[in-house]
């Protein structure tokens, strides 16, 4: 018995585990403090509004203080639930796809739905204001011109035919136009007209009419909705007037007339044409209920009622009389298109001032429609309705595929996430060392090729980690070849009396295969060398180390440069491979002779730029002695030697010397342009007077500037030599320099 009295003890209680973390929410969290203290606070302020009636002014603010942090705490609550639950809903990928789904591919769809519904309201809505305006004033002109006409033919038949002409003009126009009314009032007018005689004749039956109309109103029609005007406002000028009135029936309190009292009229206004008009004929055209059914055959508009917005400066509709022809307001419908609310200006009959009009119409986008269409025949008729059936079509077409989409879009999230849980679970066991697992291959599809991809990738991780390490330790060995090699080459510029020299040389990649050389050889003679050994990367670079051994061994054994190429190529054909070769210019220069004596081994030209006071023209010469290449195993060197040609220069003062390697006249751009020999002349001559080493720096910005973006595909050597301008020849080799100049 006691075992089962300890049991359900000993087991872990859901609703208790629920009770602690509310407990500790509550009681040990910021949040859950302020909560608990205000709902104490506010317990103590109820109790105290019970036993006394009421709050003192101090425990009405510590209880407004109370409500700000209870809110507060619930708030910051509710910002952690939203939190949590955004974290523990969207950590699987499957709902990620759902909702991202639904927010890319079905909202979407629905707003774009909404959009068009829109689009097309406000079309249909625009466009039946636009016909009920353009109606309206339609009906306005037509109002002027009945005006105008009778104002006329009263003007020219005389007062006594007044009353007849209006009662005919009114008859005639009620047959088209219902609810027409017609009356002649009197008016004063000064309008500017030719004077003479026949002005002066029409005088006297204006002021007739004027007469007739001012003892007894000449009026024609029912005039049953306001009475006859008794005059003209002062504010009608003598073109006259044509534009909306409104009024409202004498029933009706005038501070509270109701949107169906108001009523709206077409009125024109138009004088005789004299000089000093003395009356005018005012037209009335009401919105009898025929003439809205008029209206709505003609537009698929039913205007249903008009209501007047309230004016601060005081403009409201005339008073009219107790009852009326109009038709009665209809009823408000439901749905938007039955109370669609348009804007129309009228005038204040007495000021001139203008108020505002609220129509409220009912909007029938088949009868609209219909009025359109009908206008193209039935041809077009047919074409149109055609368009509306296919528009259905494709909408009813576009909400299937949605739907289809959604079920799709929900079958292809469980297959893509049933993998990435696949592939979630694979690479946390990669993560913690185990490269030996494996996922399976359920389909044969994207997905189970990446899984193939990732078992295969498991089973080589080892193996990408030793190349990634052969690799980190062959750039090291890359580098410190590079140190090596760069080494190799003459650490700063020469100093030789007399003489600027200086050089540089930019692999195009961590090693190269371009040479350069200067070194002091017995009797005051300096040795300067340029090569390139074909080809680039490491080949190229272990030949050209051995290139600087033989040169330095053979400098000290051939004092011409012909017979160290020669003896050079004799070596190096033995021992160069077969698909290499190199180029070179070696020069020897003597500064105790004033002679540079050089020969070239298929290397590119030297530039040369005489000095200031040389004889001939200080321009750019290119100095290129005939002679072939090194290590090419065509016989025993005999080819080499026949070939090969040694020349020799007299130096003057300020001459400039450019050895080069063709990786500077070859640099391209992105459009596979070359620098050119051209260039590289024209920045000498240019900047001949310069020191070497900053003759060297406008050569290089020039071709970084030329190239731009492209990258460098071959290596770049360069070696700029410059006899000082103070140097002089001795005296013992200025006289040899004049005999053989002899």
Not at 130 to 155: K, N, Y
Not at 436 to 442: E, G
């Amino acid at each position: 018995m006691a075992l089962f009295r300890r049991g359900p003890a000993a087991l872990p209680s859901p609703v208790g585990g629920s009770q602690r973390r509310v407990r500790t929410a509550l009681l040990k969290t910021l949040p859950g403090r302020a909560i608990v203290i205000g709902a104490a606070i506010k317990l103590v302020d109820l109790v105290v509004v019970s036993a006394a009636g009421g709050l003192p002014a101090f425990l009405a603010v510590v209880d407004t203080v109370a409500g700000i942090a209870i809110a507060l705490g619930a708030g910051a609550f509710l910002l952690r639930l939203f939190v949590l639950a955004k974290r523990r809903l969207l950590w699987r990928v499957r709902r990620k796809l759902i909702l991202s789904y639904v927010f890319i591919g079905f909202v979407p769809a629905i707003l774009i739905v909404g959009f068009f519904l829109l689009c097309g309201f406000l079309l249909f809505y625009n466009f039946s204001s636009f016909l009920i305006q353009s109606r309206v004033r339609a009906l306005g002109d037509q109002a002027r011109f009945l005006a105008q006409s009778a104002a006329v033919e009263i003007e020219r038949a005389g007062a006594g035919s007044a009353a007849a002409i209006v009662e005919r003009r009114q008859e005639m126009a009620s047959r088209e136009i219902p609810g027409v009314s017609m009356a002649v009032v009197p008016a004063a007018r000064r309008c500017a007209a030719a004077a003479g005689g026949p002005a002066a004749a029409a005088a006297g039956t204006t002021a007739s009419v004027a007469r007739a109309a001012a003892e007894a109103p000449i009026t024609a029609g029912a005039w049953d909705h306001v009475a006859p005007p008794s005059g003209v406002p002062a504010w009608i000028g003598c073109d006259g007037f044509a534009g909306v009135l409104a009024y409202a029936h004498r029933s009706a309190a005038p501070a509270g007339a109701s949107a169906g009292d108001t009523h709206m009229l077409v009125r024109a206004v138009a004088f005789p044409d004299v000089p000093d008009p003395a009356y005018a004929v005012v037209v009335d055209v009401l919105l009898t209920d025929a003439l809205r059914r008029h209206l709505q055959d003609d537009t698929g508009v039913e205007l249903r009622s008009v209501s007047a917005v309230p004016n601060a400066r005081g403009v409201a509709p005339m008073p009219g009389l107790a009852a009326g022809p109009e038709a009665p307001a209809g009823a408000p419908g439901g749905g938007l298109l039955n109370n669609l609310v348009s804007l129309m200006e009228y005038r204040d009959w007495t000021t001139g001032e203008t108020g505002t009009l609220l129509m409220s119409a009912r909007l029938s986008v088949t009868e609209l429609y219909d009025r359109i269409s009908s206008s193209e025949g039935m041809a077009g008729r047919s074409f149109g309705q055609g368009l509306l059936l296919a528009l259905f079509l494709i909408g009813a077409l576009f909400l299937v595929i949605e739907v289809i989409a959604l079920i799709v879009g929900f079958a292809l999230a469980r297959s893509i996430t049933g993998s990435v849980h696949e592939l979630f679970a694979g690479t946390e066991r990669v993560r913690l060392g185990d490269f030996t697992h494996k996922i399976a291959v359920r389909s044969e599809d994207q997905l189970g090729e990446l899984a193939g991809s990732f078992n295969q990738m498991t089973a080589s991780i080892e193996d990408l980690l030793q190349q990634a390490a052969e690799k980190k330790r062959l750039e090291e060995e890359l580098r410190i070849a590079r140190e090596i090699q760069m080494s190799l080459l003459p650490q700063g510029p020469l100093d030789m009396k007399g003489l600027s020299l200086t050089a540089l040389c930019v692999p195009a990649r961590e090693v190269g295969g371009d040479y350069y050389d200067f070194f002091r050889l017995s009797g005051n003679r300096l040795g300067v060398l340029i090569a390139d050994v074909s080809g680039k990367g490491t080949s190229a670079a272990f030949y050209m180390a051995e290139l600087k051994g033989l040169v330095l061994s053979l400098s000290q054994i051939h004092p011409s440069p012909r017979d160290l190429l020669i003896a050079a190529n004799r070596i190096i054909a033995d021992n160069l491979d077969a698909r290499s070769f190199i180029t070179m210019t070696y020069a020897v220069i003597d500064l105790d002779a004033g002679r540079m004596t050089y020969a070239r081994a298929g290397h590119t030209p030297m530039m040369y730029l005489p000095g200031a006071c040389a004889d001939e023209p200080r321009q750019v010469r290119v100095l290129a002695p005939d002679g072939l290449v090194l290590g090419l195993k065509i016989d025993g060197g005999e080819l080499f030697e026949r070939l090969l040609t040694e020349e020799s220069v007299m130096m003057q003062p300020g001459d400039v010397y450019v050895l080069f390697t063709d990786g500077i006249t070859e640099a391209m751009n992105d459009r596979d342009d070359c620098f050119g020999e051209a260039r590289l002349a024209d920045i000498v001559a240019r900047h001949a007077d310069l020191p070497p080493d900053r003759l060297r720096e406008h050569v290089l910005r020039s071709i970084e500037a030329f190239v731009g973006g492209a990258p460098q595909h071959d290596d770049m050597t360069m070696i700029v030599l410059k006899v000082s301008e103070s140097w002089t020849l001795a005296p013992s080799a200025a006289v040899v320099a004049g005999v053989a100049g002899e």
